[in-house]
């Protein structure tokens, strides 16, 4: 089955530097890979989400990165701020046959220090 | 908000116990999704049900169960309650169109508590 890897687990930046947020997938079906930010005490929200039909998409300080053949995906933040820090976690959907379950990494604690 | 409620969102119980947990999904959503968070293990799919029928399997003990109702709210039932049942609950919703992945909306989570 799909197994997510997600590198690192913790990261610390200061305020203004970017954040970068890497994560890999195993099943090369997959084709929907979403990332979601969870604050303490909340449920995952969805920052972002990038088909494999397209390599790149980018909404206002955030842009995910995908590479169908090398089969990673990876988050980036420019200007970080403060609110900025929570969990952040990548999945991926199980297979290519539509709204299928998500199998998510296990987590980036993101840190960012004013 | 993402329109997805969960009730309650704090349970504590005993061991051997049985809870049941209660979602409703966004308004239009026929799917809805069970994840379980633990610290050790993460984010894990429990089950999934599209429009009242069972359309997905994952990590779900033999004591879990769910339905989805014919007004689409779903309840998780956990039964004979053990130490390592405490985690977070979340249910998940998404629409279900002819093809391709659709956003899964989190609802806020049950906290279960097991002593």
């Known amino acids: 089955g799909e197994n997510v890897e997600q590198h690192p687990s913790t990261l610390s930046v200061q305020e203004g530097d970017s954040a970068v947020i890497k994560c890999t997938y195993s099943?090369?079906?997959?084709?929907?890979f979403p990332w979601y930010k969870q604050e303490l005490g909340k449920g995952p929200q969805l920052i972002i989400d990038?088909?494999?039909?397209?390599g790149e998409k980018k909404d206002q300080r955030i842009a995910v990165t995908l590479n169908k053949t090398a089969k990673h995906f990876s988050l980036h933040i420019t200007e970080t701020q403060p609110e900025d820090s929570a969990v952040y976690f990548c999945?991926?959907?199980?297979?290519?046959?539509?709204?299928?379950?998500?199998?998510f990494g296990k987590g980036t604690r993101l840190s960012v220090i004013a | 908000d993402s329109g997805v409620t969960q009730t309650p969102k704090h349970l504590i119980t005993a061991t051997g116990q049985r809870v049941t947990l209660r979602c409703s999904p966004r308004?239009?959503?026929?799917?809805v999704y069970w994840y379980q968070q633990s610290l050790d293990q993460g984010l894990q799919f429990l089950i999934q049900?599209?429009?009242?029928?069972?359309?997905a399997k994952g990590n779900i003990l033999e004591r879990f169960s769910a339905q989805q109702f014919p007004d689409l709210h779903s309840e998780l039932n956990l039964s004979s309650l053990e130490l390592g049942d405490s985690a977070l609950y979340f249910c998940?919703?998404?629409?279900?169109?002819?093809?391709?992945?659709?956003?899964?909306?989190f609802g806020p989570g049950t906290r279960l508590l097991v002593l």
């Open positions: 998940a919703s998404s629409v279900a169109p002819a093809g391709g992945q659709e956003t899964q909306y």
């Open positions: 099943d090369s079906a997959s084709n929907y």
């Open positions: 990038i088909r494999s039909n397209v």
């Open positions: 999945a991926a959907s199980i297979g290519h046959s539509g709204n299928t379950p998500l199998v």
């Open positions: 308004s239009g959503d026929l799917s």
């Open positions: 049900y599209y429009n009242g029928e069972e359309r």
